[in-house]
């Protein structure tokens, strides 16, 4: 059984490639809540929702989110009775999100409600969240930021802002009390690897190794010489999509695959890495990290597997 | 000025035939909110949507609720995923439920979110829940029904169990404790005329004369002398549209002109009662009510505006 820490597009991806090397009920992702936000008077999971989504084959292929074949009658209807509107939920989206806020109002977990849905969508892997207790990703923006200061939640800097301010801190609120579900310690206890998938390191992973449960088991096994790999979401010292290497910069680590070992220290023992950033692959090992350089870019054909495969040491 | 207790869609009607007689800043609509229900996480208001629409003619003509030229993807996915859609909430119209909640969410009242609805459709009535705080219509089940028993809220009455079964006791959970805002007493004290509109007397008027403020304000209207208008929903003794028939009858009350007088005793002067039931009108009168007989099938053109003049003294 492989168990993989995961955020949103590029777990997603990751795990689509994963599913073809091995059976799906060995495959368990422990996927990032702390993008969650209520809006509306909705919980809305976007990570867990995009990896439902595109393991089921649903998501919208154009933008990487949302469900394919999307209507946008209550937003538009939204905008014109002047509601918040900059988060864009579509109407079949919608139904998620009510059935996930009914039923936590009814008292299940989102774990439960979580295994709800990836059934009714036919996903196959363990989806589970990293906690059934709320922890919320918060950004402080830099002073500098013309027009925006102070803190703000994930989704405001994501979506509304487009991540296109810069950042001087990143908290997980909630995360010092919160708990995981025993299914999450389970699958990092009992996996022959558990994997870091291409996710942003500061508010993808970040939130997950913020929960002391999670640092501790991942750290624990890394002691123990068990193995755990991460997957470097860059390529050529960018990311693929997303603002983790200006992420990184600003929060004074380096973009870059060394920049990515030393975030990890102490947790991994291997990173793969993209041939765009081979060069780095000495830098890597000196931090006493084994580096594995292979084409990391999933939107070709193949790679997730071939990913997959390197990961899971099959 | 004229004040007009109102449900949802007898009272709807009514009010649209009362504005082509009066302006419409001389009309203050006071509605039903007993029949408010969080789904979803999502507040609705089904009475004081039925009136927003209706008066902006966007209301579904068909249906008589929801909104004309709708789409239900958000219903349908949400029946595909095994949550509960019972309940049918059209895309745009879900755009209405996700507005009032997240301005809930952030503090504003009832009042103030049907105000900024009401402005947001174009409808000029004051349109003026009948209280801020949260009243719960529960409709006790007679245990001879077959299947369902107990307790359960309006709605699910109402359309889930399509007001099919019989009926014992009808509450008002919150009314006790409840206050109505200060607009509502005010047109209620200095309306020229205050008008019940013929909506089902238990469950839809029922609501606002549990609530103190409202009963009192009438009942003392009525010793002064000050005109209080009901008008009849029913036609030969048959409800329009809805169970109000039945409903009095099982609460122990006359399904007629006469039950109608009685229900609403000590609170009108003035009783205008449908032709098909005009050899009521001695009955009425004998109870000291005032009986007016007229055509009150507003279904009919001119209908709703010639009852308006007539309630109105107009």
Not at 89 to 104: M, N, P, S, V
Not at 107 to 118: F, R
Not at 203 to 223: N, W, Y
Request: proline residues 4%; hydrophobic residues 45%.
């Amino acid at each position: 059984m492989f168990a993989v820490l995961c955020g949103g597009v590029g777990a997603a991806r990751f795990l689509l490639g994963a599913k073809e090397v091995c059976e799906a009920d060995q495959l368990k992702a422990v996927v990032n809540c702390g993008d969650d936000i209520v809006l509306h008077g909705l919980h809305i999971s976007p990570d867990i929702d995009t990896i439902i989504y595109t393991l089921s084959g649903e998501i919208n292929p154009i933008t990487g989110w949302g469900l394919r074949e999307e209507t946008w009658q209550a937003m538009g209807n939204l905008a014109k009775l002047g509601g918040k509107a900059w988060f864009n939920l579509g109407d079949k989206d919608l139904a998620t999100h009510l059935f996930r806020t009914e039923l936590l109002a009814q008292g299940a977990t989102l774990t439960q409600i979580t295994a709800a849905l990836a059934e009714a969508f036919g996903v196959e892997i363990a989806v589970l969240p990293m906690s059934d207790d709320r922890i919320e990703t918060r950004v402080l923006l830099d002073e500098t930021a013309l027009g925006e200061s102070g803190e703000v939640g994930f989704q405001e800097y994501f979506v509304k802002l487009q991540h296109n301010v810069p950042v001087k801190q990143v908290r997980f609120d909630g995360a010092s009390s919160a708990e995981t579900s025993p299914q999450v310690v389970t699958a990092l206890k009992e996996a022959e690897v558990v994997v870091i998938a291409p996710s942003n390191p500061v508010v993808s992973i970040g939130p997950l190794l913020a929960l002391e449960e999670i640092r501790q088991a991942v750290s624990k096994r890394f002691s123990q010489g068990r193995p755990v790999v991460a997957i470097s979401p860059l390529i050529g010292g960018r990311a693929v999509k997303g603002p983790a290497d200006r992420l990184l910069s600003e929060l004074g680590a380096e973009p870059s695959s060394v920049g990515i070992a030393k975030w990890y220290e102490d947790l991994i023992d291997t990173l793969i890495i993209d041939q765009a950033d081979s060069h780095e692959a000495e830098a890597v090992e000196a931090l006493g990290v084994r580096c594995v350089v292979t084409a990391t870019d999933m939107s070709q054909p193949g790679v997730a597997a071939d990913i997959a495969k390197l990961a899971f040491g099959l």
